[in-house]
């Protein structure tokens, strides 16, 4: 189990840049794959973007590609979520977790941090 910590959401205007991250605890960071789901007010929660192990393959939702890039630093145990030319429509809470491998279903997912929140003004 790795207990996750997110932080570095906020209040931007669209076409703004925000970065949340996600902190883990444990020294078994780099074993596990890390997402980024967000879950708008009346809405199932949805994939955002994945990085596995290593770094070396990341997958992103269509609605963020191009706008957005995930990383992380296994020698701080964070993840990273850069995101760039934000629209209203990215408001959200935004959620890291971590799981045993890559992928893009909440139910993959049993380690969830508390979530940040994200909101993009019109």
């Known amino acids: 189990q790795v207990q996750l910590v997110e932080s570095g959401g906020g209040l931007v205007q669209a076409g703004g840049s925000l970065r949340p991250s996600c902190a883990a605890s444990?020294?078994?960071?780099?074993?596990?794959?890390m997402v980024w789901f967000r879950q708008a007010p009346g809405k199932e929660r949805e994939f955002v973007a994945v990085i596995s192990r290593s770094g070396a393959n990341t997958y992103y939702a269509d609605s963020v590609k191009g706008r957005s890039t995930i990383s992380r630093d296994n020698a701080k145990n964070t993840v990273y979520l850069q995101m760039n030319s934000l629209k209203p429509e990215d408001t959200a809470v935004y959620y890291c977790?971590?799981?045993?491998?890559?992928?893009?279903?909440?139910?993959?997912?049993?380690?969830w941090g508390q979530g940040t929140q994200v909101t993009v003004s019109s």
């Open positions: 977790a971590a799981g045993r491998v890559v992928a893009t279903t909440v139910k993959t997912y049993d380690d």
């Open positions: 444990g020294r078994t960071f780099s074993s596990y794959a």
